[in-house]
C-alpha cells in the first residue's frame, strides 16, 4: 500500500504569534516555522505503518512557497521515501489543498491518505474532511488508534464521553489527533541521506486546479487584553458580583 | 563537506527537540544526585551526535565547526554537562582522523561515530595541566606492545567511555620534550584502572575521572599516526578545535541565564512595576545581552576560520575567553536579577553559576589564552 502524507508549513508552536500591525495577518518574516504538529503524528504514523509492512511507500506532499519544501525534507528526514511540492504563492484555503489533495491522489493512487486534524495556524479542522467527500472515499477522523484488516481498517475515534470505533473499507481519509501517537525526530545521518531522496515539484495548473480564494479575511486582531482584576470585600460582595455582573451562578 | 543552510536548519530543529524532549526535563534531577545520564546517551547515539564531526567517509556526519558550535550552544544552554559527552570525544575522533593511519581510522572512526565505542582525551595529570611537556605518563615499547605507567586525572568520559587517547612521553629524554610525547589509544583492560570519581561543584553527572596505568600493555598498532613524537602536536591541533566548542558552550550558558533574566524580569515586580522597568536591571540585560551577541560572534568566525583551514589559535582562543568570561558574568547577574529564586536550588540560576566557572579553568586556562593572543599579535605583526 502506498500512503500519501500531508505536511504544513506553520509557525512553529513555541513562537508567541504576533498580528501584523496592518491587520491583514500574523507575522511570518523571520518567524521559525516548522511542521504542523498533528502533520508530524500522520507522518509518524505512515512510518510506523511501513515499518510493520502494512505499508510500502510513503508520498509526503506539501502545498504553498517554495520554503515548504523545508516541511517536505522534514519528513523525507523522518523517512518518508519521497515528496511532491505544489507550488503556488496564494494563500490556499482548506477547499483548494482538498482539491489539489485529490488531483495528486488520482495521479498516487495511494490506498491511503493521513493527514493532521487541523493546522495550527488557520485551525480550520476541514480539509480531510473535503477530500474525503469530493473523493468519494470514507473518513476516520480525529484518530487515536488504526488496526488495520485485509481491505479495512478500524479506526478509534475520541468523542464525547468515550471512544467510538469505525470501520472504514480502503482506501480511505484519516485525521490524526494528538494521543495517535508520539512523533519521533529525525535523527542527524537520517537528514544527510534525506537529501537524495527525490522531491517533484509541481504548479496548480499542471494538476489543474483553479486555487483562487473564496473567502476575504476582513481583518485580523489580537485577542482582547484582559483587564485588571479588582478585590471584593466580603465573601457576600463576590457571590454578588458573581451572580449579577458575570452572570455565572 | 558543506552543510547547507536548509541541512543546518533541520538538524538544529532536530536538537531542540531532542533537548526539549529528552534531556530538559531531567536536568534538574540528574545533575542534583550527580547521575550519568544514561538513557540520554542513547538518544544521543540514535541522534548521531556521536559522529558529528567525523568525515562521512567513516560514518559520521562531517558538520563543519561552525554548525557543530551551534548544536554544542543549544546543548550547553539546556545542560552543559551533555555537551561534554560528546565533545572530549569529537576531539579524541578529530586526532585519529587528522594524524592516524588508513587502517586506524577504518578501525575506530565508524565505531566513534555509532557511539558503541565512546571516550575522551586524557592529558593532564596530578601535577601538570596547563603545562603539558611536563606529563610523567611513561610508555616503554616491549616487542609489539607499549608498556604505560602513571596517571591522569581530570579525565571526562573516562568512567562511562571505553577508550581513551592519551597523551604519553615515549622518550622522557628527549629535548625538546614534545619530541618525545606521543598519543596512545587505550581500550579499558587490565593495568587500566579508574582510582575514582572526583566530586566537583559543577559540571554534574557527567564523569570526571582518576585514572592509572599500571603496567598497561597497548598494541603499538595504537599509536596514533604510528610515528613516537608527534603527540603533543596532534593534541594541541585538536585543541582548537576544542576551544572553539568550550566558547560555544559558554555562549549558550550566558544565553540561557540571559533568556531566563529577560523573561523574569518582565514578571518579577518591585515598587508597582515591573523590574525590567528599573533602570538598575535594563543596565544588567543590556550588558549581559551585548557580552553574548560578542561572544556569539567571535565562536562563529573562530569556527569558519578553522572550516577554512586557517590558522586560528589566537581566534578561537579570543573566542574561548571572552565566551567563557561572558557565561561567568551573565550567570552572576542572572543571580542578581532573579534575587532569592537565583540562589535557590529549585531554578536553573545557581546551576549555571556553579557550572560556568569550569569554562575558565578546562581547556586551556583563560590566562593561558591571553598569553596565546598575545603572542600570535607579536608573531603575526612582526615590528
Not at chain 2, 601538570?128 to 586525572?153: M, P, W
Not at chain 2, 533574566?261 to 550588558?287: D, M, N, W
Request: proline residues 4%; hydrophobic residues 40%.
Amino acid at each position: 500500500m502506498k500512503i500519501l502524507v500531508a505536511v504544513k508549513r506553520v509557525i512553529d508552536y513555541n513562537v508567541k504569534v504576533r498580528v501584523k500591525a496592518d491587520g491583514s495577518g500574523v507575522e511570518t518574516s523571520n518567524v521559525k516555522m516548522s511542521m504542523n504538529p498533528f502533520d508530524e503524528i500522520a507522518v509518524e504514523e505512515a512510518l510506523r505503518l511501513k515499518e510493520a509492512g502494512t505499508a510500502e511507500e510513503i508520498v509526503a506532499v506539501s502545498m504553498g512557497i517554495d520554503r515548504c519544501q523545508e516541511t517536505i525534507r522534514t519528513a523525507l528526514a523522518m523517512g518518508a521515501d519521497r515528496g511532491i511540492l505544489v507550488q503556488t504563492e496564494e494563500e490556499l484555503e482548506p477547499l483548494a489543498v482538498a482539491k489539489l489533495l485529490k488531483a495528486l491522489v488520482e495521479r498516487e493512487s495511494p490506498g491511503l491518505v493521513i493527514v493532521g486534524k487541523q493546522a495550527i495556524d488557520g485551525d480550520h479542522s476541514e480539509t480531510g474532511q473535503m477530500l474525503a467527500a469530493i473523493l468519494g472515499w470514507p473518513q476516520g477522523t480525529f484518530a487515536s488508534k488504526l488496526e488495520f484488516e485485509t481491505d479495512s481498517v478500524n479506526v478509534t475515534r475520541e468523542v464525547d464521553g468515550g471512544l467510538e470505533i469505525v470501520k472504514l473499507k480502503l482506501p480511505a481519509v484519516i485525521t490524526t489527533d494528538l494521543r495517535l501517537n508520539e512523533p519521533r525526530f529525525a535523527s542527524l545521518p537520517n537528514i544527510m541521506k534525506a537529501k537524495k531522496k527525490p522531491m517533484e515539484t509541481l504548479t496548480p495548473a499542471e494538476l489543474g486546479v483553479d486555487v483562487t480564494p473564496r473567502v476575504t479575511v476582513v481583518e485580523v486582531v489580537e485577542p482582547p487584553k484582559r483587564k485588571a482584576g479588582i478585590r471584593v470585600e466580603s465573601v457576600q460582595a463576590l457571590v454578588e458580583k458573581l451572580r449579577n455582573e458575570a452572570k455565572v451562578i | 563537506m558543506t552543510v547547507s543552510n536548509d541541512d543546518e536548519a533541520l538538524i538544529l530543529a532536530s536538537i531542540d527537540r531532542f533537548l526539549e524532549r529528552d534531556v530538559a526535563p531531567h536536568a534538574h534531577a540528574l545533575e542534583a544526585s550527580d547521575t550519568y545520564p544514561r538513557d540520554i546517551v542513547e538518544q544521543m547515539k540514535e541522534l548521531g551526535l556521536f559522529g558529528a564531526t567525523i568525515d562521512p567517509e567513516y560514518g559520521g556526519l562531517g558538520l563543519s565547526a561552525v554548525t557543530y558550535a551551534k548544536i554544542v550552544e543549544r546543548v550547553s544552554a539546556v545542560w552543559m554537562s551533555v555537551s561534554g559527552i560528546f565533545n572530549s570525544h569529537l576531539i579524541m575522533a578529530a586526532a585519529v582522523q587528522r594524524f592516524g593511519s588508513e587502517a586506524q581510522k577504518r578501525h575506530y572512526l565508524p565505531r566513534f561515530a555509532r557511539g558503541e565505542l565512546r571516550g575522551g582525551i586524557a592529558l593532564t595529570e596530578p601535577d601538570c595541566g596547563t603545562d603539558l611537556q611536563a606529563i610523567r605518563t611513561r610508555a616503554v615499547r616491549d616487542g609489539d606492545a607499549y608498556v604505560v605507567n602513571g596517571s591522569k586525572t581530570w579525565i571526562s568520559n573516562s568512567i562511562e567511555g571505553q577508550i581513551l587517547a592519551v597523551l604519553v612521553k615515549t622518550d622522557p629524554q628527549a629535548q625538546p620534550p614534545r619530541r618525545g610525547m606521543s598519543l596512545l589509544l587505550i581500550e579499558k583492560g587490565p593495568g587500566f584502572e579508574v582510582s575514582r570519581k572526583l566530586e566537583k561543584i559543577g559540571y554534574k553527572g557527567i564523569d570526571s575521572g582518576e585514572l592509572t596505568f599500571d603496567d598497561c600493555r597497548v598494541p603499538v598498532d595504537n599509536l596514533i599516526g604510528e610515528e613516537e613524537g608527534r603527540g603533543l602536536n596532534q593534541i594541541l591541533a585538536g585543541l582548537e578545535l576544542g576551544r572553539i566548542n568550550v566558547a560555544a558552550r559558554g555562549v549558550g550558558i550566558a544565553r540561557a541565564c540571559l533568556d531566563e533574566s529577560v523573561a523574569y524580569a518582565q514578571v518579577r515586580k518591585t515598587f508597582g512595576k515591573p523590574i525590567c522597568e528599573h533602570q538598575s536591571i535594563q543596565i544588567k540585560l543590556a550588558e549581559m545581552a551585548t557580552r553574548l551577541e560578542a561572544s556569539r560572534l567571535l565562536t562563529e568566525a573562530a569556527a569558519r576560520a578553522y572550516d577554512e583551514g586557517r590558522r586560528c589559535d589566537m581566534e578561537a582562543g579570543m573566542a574561548k575567553l571572552f565566551a567563557t568570561e561572558t557565561a561567568i558574568h551573565n550567570s552572576i547577574e542572572a543571580m542578581r536579577i532573579h534575587g532569592a529564586y537565583g540562589y535557590s536550588k529549585e531554578f536553573n540560576i545557581e546551576r549555571y553559576y556553579r557550572d560556568a566557572p569550569l569554562l575558565a579553568i578546562g581547556e586551556g586556562t583563560n590566562e593561558m589564552q591571553r598569553i596565546i593572543i598575545a603572542r600570535q599579535l607579536v608573531e603575526r605583526n612582526p615590528a
